[in-house]
């Protein structure tokens, strides 16, 4: 079954990515192997998989911010038509911060410890943004009271030290939202947080999203931070996304036998017949991302494996419009 060709107007488009890591001691690392992501304008998209399955390299191709070690081997970063692979470093430096941004996983490492918080915040406006220095401290005012701060002006003038983890990641979600981005891309931005402050910090970002009309690239390894924020989600294994859909229809009704066993994992979404046990685990070990056999890679984890998951190489189908996977149970 031929796939449509990607959207010509999509906001970001990375298309049969792969990428290797040369490490300056042991074995190229394959990362990424022919992956695809598409983003419309202010859509909020999730990258779900387990530690190791290239999701935080796709987030960061989207910027390209990947390691000096990473090397681009095929395939395509586009975002607003332009290639990213293709500008130089002055080039992205326009695009960074003012079009794209990040929200990193620990704001505590992201934060510099000896500047006020607010000033780190002007830094990203005054490197896009002509204004006096007046108008930067009240816009970043405007910013911290926009994410949540009923005392913007002592939050301004706190270092990342006094204030909480909480605090912190609203300070960085202000960052990130300083110069209005088209796309903002979170690496397990709750990761360091409670359930409660996950799911304010979640709730913030999606309402920010919805009032500036930005599109959002949510990772996280836990199907349940994806499922009350985002539209749709990528599910990626060994490098690859194996499958990507409606959110509503990955958590209810996963095709990939490896969705289904994270989101099994929740024991919540997924109901296995006759049971509630929740599993602990998938059984099993990820492969090597030294080496890139024929087949599907999770064929090794697989209860529902068949002869010809281990001969060919797979290739996508659409069981639905709205829904990709790639898995021989369902064709090619």
Known sequence: ??????????????????????????????????????????????????????????GAALIRLLPSDARYDSGSVRFRGSDLLALSEPELRQIRGAEVALIPQDPALALNPVIKVGDQIAEVLH??????????RLSVEAL?????????????????????????QRVVIAQAMACRPALVIADEPTS??????????????????QRHQTAFVLI????????????RIAV????????EGRTEDILRRPLHP???????????????????TRFAAIEGEPPESTHRGV??????RCAEKMQVCTERDLQETRPQPSHRVSCFKYGN
Do not use: N, W
């Not at 360091?192 to 999203?209: T, V, Y």
């Open 1 to 58: 079954m031929k796939l449509p060709e990607p959207s010509s107007d999509a906001l970001a488009l990375v298309h049969k990515l792969s990428v290797t890591y040369e490490p300056d001691s042991g074995p190229p690392v394959r990362a990424l192997d022919e992956a695809s992501l598409e983003i419309q304008p202010g859509e909020l998209v999730g990258i779900l998989g387990e530690s190791g399955s290239g999701k935080s390299t796709l």
């Open 220 to 231: 996280s390894h836990d199907p349940t931070v994806l499922a009350g924020f985002v539209d």
């Open 144 to 168: 911290l009271a926009e994410v949540g701060f009923d005392q913007p002006r002592q939050i301004y003038h706190a270092y990342p030290h006094q204030l909480s983890g909480g605090q912190r």
């Open 295 to 300: 087949g599907c890679p999770f064929a090794p």
């Open 258 to 276: 490896y969705t289904q066993a994270l989101v099994r994992l929740i024991g919540r979404y997924f109901p296995v017949a006759g049971t509630r």
């Open 192 to 209: 360091k947080l409670d359930a409660s402050l996950q799911a304010e910090i979640l709730s913030l970002m999606r309402k920010i999203g």
């Open 236 to 243: 990626m294994y060994a490098g690859r996304v194996v499958e």
């Open 127 to 136: 490197a896009h943004v002509r204004m006096t220095r007046r108008d930067g």
